[in-house]
Structures are given as C-alpha cells and as structure tokens.
C-alpha cells in the first residue's frame, strides 16, 4: 500500500535557489533512510512531507490526503516527526508532560494520553525519568524523549531526523529497538541517517538525496555496492563493507553476522 506519494515536488527557501528539484517518489511500508551530503536537501524534504513547509511546486499525498493543503497540526494524527535537535522541539518542564502533549493534542482523554506517555517513555528505556525536567537530561536521553513523544501519538508514519547522533552504544541499540517495534506494528519508519552502519543493518531501502534531487534509491546492498555513487555523494560504506572490500571480497557484506558467516563458510570449503 502506498503510504506517502509525492509528485514533482519542488522547494525554495528564497526566490531563484531551489533546495528540492522536481522530486517523485513513493513510500509503501517499507523502513527507509534518507542519506546524503549536508545540505543536498533531507530535512527541507522531511519537513514538506510534514505539512511544516508548503511546496513552491508539486503534490504531497499523505495515506490518500492531499497535504499541501493540510497544516501540519491536521496531519499529526498520521505523520510524526522527530527534530534532530531536540531543543526545537522540548518545551514542556517534566518528561511526562512533554510525551503527553502529542496524545492531548490529537484528543485522547487524560488517562490514556498518560498511559501512551508512560508506555511510549518505557520503549525508548526513560520508564524512571517520567517526572524530571527534560532540560535536565543529557542529549542523547533528550533525544529518546522526542521519539516517545512521537510514538506516544502512535501515527502511521515515523519520520526520525538523526535519531542515532549522541546515542552511545547502549542508546543506539535502543533506538534500534525502536524502529524494529515500530515496523512490527506496522508502522512506516523513515530516518534521515549519516550513520551508514546503523542503516545498512536496520533499513529496507536507501534512497540516497544529491543536490535536491533523488539520485538512487534501492536496497542496502544494492545502494551500497555502487561505489562509484558512493564516492560522488561522499557516503562512506559500511564499516564491514569497507573491510570486505580491503580483504579483495567482491560481496557486499551489510552487517558482521553475515561477513561472519560468509568467512565460517570459507573456512568450511578450505578444509
Ligand atoms: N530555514 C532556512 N532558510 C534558508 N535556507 C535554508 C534553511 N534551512 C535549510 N536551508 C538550506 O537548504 C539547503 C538544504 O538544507 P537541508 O537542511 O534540507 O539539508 P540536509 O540534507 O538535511 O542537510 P544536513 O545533513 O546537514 O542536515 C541547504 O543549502 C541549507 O543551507
């Protein structure tokens, strides 16, 4: 089912300077990372799809509804979302009432937008910090903040902007969690990522943004073996895709359970 369907799009911060040239582009369920250089266009594309900028040209379809002519507060009950940095977007003075703001926004009573709050709180491992001032957490925990207020709203489209920048280990796997649930229920996640580890082991597609325009979209392997397209958009594989690669293997390996595998196997023959 198409989700999102965006047609000949295009967007000027100023007269003359087009930030997004002439996109099409269609969203099913499928999990999808938006990469690419700074500058060549994400978040002004993230933020057209939620209804916060208006198109200078094209259409926006949002699950069947025509969003160039929707405000972004009549698509939250479908698209959500999250700020790279969290401070655009934190605003209210304890954890638990900054989750529950998206829920009371949309109309759920009290009780339940509580209940989404807290549950949303728990998914993203802030179950304890539910009554501190968010201003006093850390980055990354503000961060995982802004995703449960997302999440607490429970809109069919996810959009995270950078979720994994100043997660340690532990946050990113976290986040990881996170968007594995999400598309267990069903939801379209999409995020714009420099991470490409994170997103050749946790995406379905790739769709790689240059200078305003689509210049490829696939799946990891096949984003990623192309490193020809790699270097013209300065994306760096992998990590153990570059090893593979410096070992002389003509595979593209996304992640090291299958480079593992794939030397077991080696081994194996070599016996
Ligand atoms: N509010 C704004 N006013 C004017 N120009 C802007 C504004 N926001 C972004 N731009 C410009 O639009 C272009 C695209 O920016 P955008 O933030 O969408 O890119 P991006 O791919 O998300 O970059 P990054 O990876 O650094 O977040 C850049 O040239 C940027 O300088």
Request: charged share 30%; glycine share 10%; hydrophobic share 40%.
């Amino acid at each position: 089912m198409i989700r999102i369907a965006v047609k000949d799009l295009s967007f000027s911060y100023r007269p003359g300077e087009e930030v997004l040239k002439g996109i099409t582009l269609e969203f099913d369920g499928r999990s999808t990372a938006i990469v690419g250089q700074n500058g060549s266009g994400k978040t002004t594309f993230a933020k057209l799809l939620k209804g916060l900028l208006k198109p200078t040209r094209g259409e926006i379809s949002i699950l069947g509804r025509p969003a160039n002519q929707m405000t972004a507060a009549a698509l939250a009950p479908y698209i959500g979302l999250v700020f790279q940095n969290p401070n655009d977007q934190i605003f209210k003075s304890t954890v638990l009432d900054e989750v529950m703001f998206g829920p009371l926004n949309i109309g759920e009573d009290l009780e339940r937008a509580k209940e989404k709050a807290r549950q949303a709180l728990e998914m993203v491992g802030l179950g304890d910090r539910a009554a501190e001032n968010p201003q006093d957490l850390g980055l990354s925990e503000k961060k995982r903040v802004c995703i449960a207020s997302i999440v607490a709203m429970e809109p069919e489209i996810l959009i995270l902007d950078e979720p994994t920048i100043a997660q340690d280990h532990a946050g990113v796997a976290i986040v990881r969690r996170v968007i594995g649930e999400l598309k267990e229920r069903g939801k379209l996640v999409m995020a714009i990522l420099h991470d490409m580890d994170f997103v050749a082991g946790n995406f379905e597609r790739v769709i790689v943004f240059h200078r305003g325009t689509v210049l490829a979209d696939g799946n990891p392997r096949e984003i990623f073996s192309r490193r020809e397209l790699l270097e013209r958009t300065g994306l760096e594989a992998p990590h153990i895709t570059r090893l593979g690669w410096s070992l002389g293997r003509r595979e593209t390996y996304l992640t090291e359970a299958e480079f593992i595998q794939a030397m077991r196997m080696e081994r194996g023959k070599g016996r």
